[in-house]
Each structure stands twice: as C-alpha cells, then as structure tokens.
C-alpha cells in the first residue's frame, strides 16, 4: 500500500486507508477534457479526496472529487457564492468553479492559493507552530466576519458533513434532532440504537439552557465554520509573515461570529486525541489569549457574544459530529458503523463531557465570563 492509500485516522490509529480510491489523472482527464500532465500530491484528509494537479499547459491547480450523496453542484454554488463575495471584499480566498460531473461523482476546482501549506502534514485538531501564527489567524478571522456581514444568503439545507447551530439554536435540540433524524434512515436507526435523549439532556442542555437568553443577540452571520491551519496559506520571509489564503469553505453556513470563534478555538485549543487516550487537554494558553486578543482587535466583540462563547464550546461541534455520523453510515461506500461510533462517542459527547471536566470548566473560564442573573 502507498502513502498515497493513507489518511489521517479518527480512532486510535494515525493512518488508515482510504474510503475512496485516489484521484487519477484519466478521472481528472475525463472531466477537464484536456491533458493532465501531473498529479503533485493527494491530500491526507480523511473526509475528501483532494489533490493538487498539474495540466499541460502548466497550470497548478486544486481539484476535488465529491460524491452526489454528499454534495451537488448547487450545494457548491453556496459555497462558492460566500468565497466570491469574500473575496471582493479584500479576503485572500482563490476562486473556485465546479468542473462537471462524472459518474457519481461532482468535481471542484480551485486555484492553487498564494502561500505554502505549512500545515499539510498535521492533523487538523493541531496548535498553531509556531506559536505566533495563533494571533495572525485570530486578526484575519475577525476581518472575514466584518467582511461576510452584508452576504444575506440564507442557512444552508440539512446534509451529511454540515457545520451549523441549526440543531442546538434551537429552543428544543431532541425536537430538532428527531426531525432531521426522520429525514435520514440511516442516522435514525443508529441514534435509536442509542440513548441518545439522555446523553444530549444530561451533556448539552445544560449549556444550552444558559445559552437561550443570549441567543437572540447573537448577530445571524454567514461563517466559516472549519477555522484551523491546516486550511490556511501562508508567507513568511523571516520579516513579516501573512496569512496570504483561505481555503475549504465546505462547511461554511449561516451561523454567528461567536459561534465561529468557538468552532475556531475548538479546532486547536485543545488536544483531543490525547484526551481520547486519557491524557491531558494540553491547552496552550498563550496562543489562545493571542488568538482572542487579535481577533477582538479587529473585531471588537459584544457583551452576548462574550458570555455565549464558553456556552457554546461544549455545543458548537455537536451538529456536525451528527452529520458525521450521518456521512459514515448514509455516503461512505459499504458504511462504517466504527467510525460513526467513534464520531459519537469520543466526539459528540466527548466534547461535552470534557468541557463538564474540572479541566474542562477551567478552560470555559478563559474564553468568557458568567452570564449575568
């Protein structure tokens, strides 16, 4: 087997084999309709298969191959919409296009992106390194929430592999979930086999019951929603260093800022894959005051926005991990009960059971204070 075959594993192993082969440069032929002279790389995520090619004519370019199952063209169209408008707006997104459709699949191209990908070889839950990169991402993801105030696009549907607070902003997660839940077979059959009720009530509503009276001053705002270093580009010339692209909007949404940031924090503030093995959170405190004090300096945030930030950590990832759950049994060839098993258990209620932890509420008190009685 190839590194080629590898990605980043969820469980217990750091790599295991693909769920979908690799990208070919007969596939990519087929749809571009012209010559593929390279194939550069393929990327290691485990929820894609991404690679980087090289045409005849010399272009460098992202293509992305997506099943049906998972995402259609119009699926994309919202996406890209929030990139262009991004981007007229001064944020370095590069611009992406649907190519065409192949079987059953849907293939996305980008532009290469300016910058070096400094994070291609890390797990996506990783600290910033060096450290000072925290507080480059922290400002430049307070100016892309100035710049996504005027997208008016509205939430985006239910479908596996979504990040959103659709489910947990609402006055009733278990209703919320049951609906969707009615809507997917698969994701029904296995939270009945579960009890799930129990879980979110003992785990999430109690966030989610202190979280209601800040939820209606929480500004609706089009996110992004999957912030980390490993979607971002970068220069640095040893004088200035600069976050020069952004990258990976498959999980933007109509969310809001503060629960970007969370989603933002959760992503490298704590190391949950040394949790998984019953190890310390190892949280790097001085990257996440970095991180806060250069987005809010760009950005300063409101009262509601500073209290609902530790209420909405312990939720934030929850809807996705749900959708997760939903891709691995609904969209991944043959489904895979472990890793939706994995998703639930070490991620949906993971997440909240640390942040229930002393370790836990210690790290809720350095993103906000308590709401006010």
Do not use: C
């Given at each position: ?29 087929a749809v571009f ?121 509205p939430p985006r ?118 949790l998984r093995a ?96």
């Amino acid at each position: 087997m190839s590194d080629d075959d590898l990605v980043f594993g969820m469980g217990a192993e750091s790599v295991v084999r693909r769920d979908w082969p690799s990208l070919t440069a007969d596939e990519v032929e087929a749809v571009f309709g012209e010559e593929i002279a390279d194939i550069e790389w393929r990327s290691p995520r485990p929820l894609s298969t991404t690679a980087r090619i090289r045409t005849a004519d010399g272009r460098r370019l992202i293509v992305k191959r997506l099943p049906h199952t998972l995402r259609t063209p119009e699926a994309l169209a919202e996406e890209h919409g929030f990139m262009d408008h991004l981007r007229e707006r001064g944020i370095p997104v590069p611009q992406a296009w649907t190519a065409g459709t192949h079987g059953d699949f849907v293939y996305e191209v980008q532009e290469l992106g300016v910058g070096d990908d400094m994070y291609q070889h890390v797990f996506s839950w990783t600290p910033y390194n060096p450290s000072f990169h925290a507080g480059e991402a922290g400002a430049l993801l307070g100016r892309l929430h100035i710049a996504a105030t005027d997208h008016d696009a509205p939430p985006r549907p239910w479908r596996p592999l979504k990040s959103g607070f659709s489910l947990f902003g609402a006055a009733d997660p278990i209703a919320a979930i049951e609906g969707i839940a009615g809507e997917r077979p698969q994701l029904a059959d296995f939270l009945a086999a579960r009890d799930w009720r129990s879980d979110v009530e003992r785990l999430m509503l109690p966030f989610h019951r202190r979280l209601a009276p800040l939820r209606d001053h929480l500004q609706p705002l089009w996110t992004h929603n999957d912030w980390h270093g490993t979607n971002l580009l970068w220069t640095d010339d040893g004088y200035d260093l600069a976050i020069t692209s952004v990258l990976d909007f498959g999980l933007a949404d109509r969310t809001t800022a503060a629960y970007d940031l969370a989603i933002a924090v959760e992503r490298f503030a704590v190391d949950w894959v040394a949790l998984r093995a019953g190890g310390p959170a190892g949280v790097p405190t001085r990257q996440l005051r970095s991180f806060l004090h250069a987005y809010t300096a760009v950005r300063p945030i409101s009262g509601a926005e500073f209290y609902a930030l530790p209420l909405l950590f312990p939720l934030a990832h929850a809807e996705y991990e749900l959708s997760e759950i939903d891709y691995f049994l609904s969209v991944v060839p043959g489904g895979s009960e472990k890793n939706a098993e994995i998703a639930y258990r070490d991620w949906f209620l993971g997440h909240a059971e640390w942040a229930e932890s002393e370790e836990g509420q210690a790290f809720l008190g350095l993103l906000g204070g308590d709401p006010p009685d």
